[in-house]
T-cell receptor, first 113, second 112 residues
Framework: GDSVTQMEGPVTLSEEAFLTINCTYT??????LFWYVQYPGEGLQLLLK?????DKGSNKGFEATYRKETTSFHLEKGSVQVSDSAVYFC????????????FGQGTTLQVKP | DSGVTQTPKHLITATGQRVTLRCSPR?????VYWYQQSLDQGLQFLIQ???????AKGNILERFSAQQFPDLHSELNLSSLELGDSALYFC???????????FGSGTRLTVV
């Protein structure tokens, strides 16, 4: 079945460090791919998305490129801030008509000053 | 404010009881999705409604049920509650399938 695998956390970085959170997927058809962020005590917020191969999603300095050949959608940011500390979820929505999201297990990011 | 409203924010109840969680979707969104977030299972899709009709069902227990009303708000009913049902329950809405979702802030259910 369809699934998403994220790198295990927690990831601890110093402020201004480069961030990569790996995400790979297994899906039939041509899924849409998403990154969501969850700050402590809050719901999930859409960070960025890509709907077809080679698309790059970007928002707030975060980027991810839909790589069909490697079935990956890695999240990157050039310089993290303390305020980026949160849990990051990679997700896919299959091309079926249901629209449900399938999530990875989440990766906790902690940024230290 | 994401536009998706969930009530209550917190709920503490005893085993064997029944609770109802409520979700009002973002204005104009016809689809409502329910997810359960627990430490051991992560984020699990429970069920989807589209314009009042059930569209997809995921890992939803038989003790759980949901519905979407004509005004598009949705309710998730959890009955015969067990300790393992303690989790965060999120509602999300979307205007079209596959377009991404707007999540509510969740209802934290604690079963004691």
């Amino acid at each position: 079945g369809d699934s998403v695998t994220q790198m295990e956390g927690p990831v601890t970085l110093s402020e201004e460090a480069f961030l990569t959170i790996n995400c790979t997927y297994t899906a039939t058809g041509y899924p849409s791919l998403f990154w969501y962020v969850q700050y402590p005590g809050e719901g999930l917020q859409l960070l960025l998305k890509a709907t077809k191969a080679d698309d790059k999603g970007s928002n707030k300095g975060f980027e991810a490129t839909y790589r069909k050949e490697t079935t990956s959608f890695h999240l990157e940011k050039g310089s993290v801030q303390v305020s980026d500390s949160a849990v990051y979820f990679c997700a896919l929505s299959t091309s079926s008509n249901t629209g449900k999201l399938i999530f990875g297990q989440g990766t906790t990011l902690q940024v230290k000053p | 404010d994401s536009g998706v409203t969930q009530t209550p924010k917190h709920l503490i109840t005893a085993t064997g009881q029944r609770v109802t969680l409520r979700c009002s979707p973002r204005s104009g969104d016809l689809s409502v999705y329910w997810y359960q977030q627990s430490l051991d299972q992560g984020l699990q899709f429970l069920i989807q409604y589209y314009n009042g009709e059930e569209r997809a069902k995921g890992n939803i227990l038989e003790r759980f049920s949901a519905q979407q009303f004509p005004d598009l708000h949705s309710e998730l009913n959890l009955s015969s509650l067990e300790l393992g049902d303690s989790a965060l329950y999120f509602c999300a809405s979307s205007a079209e399938t596959g377009a991404g979702y707007t999540f509510g802030s969740g209802t934290r259910l604690t079963v004691v």
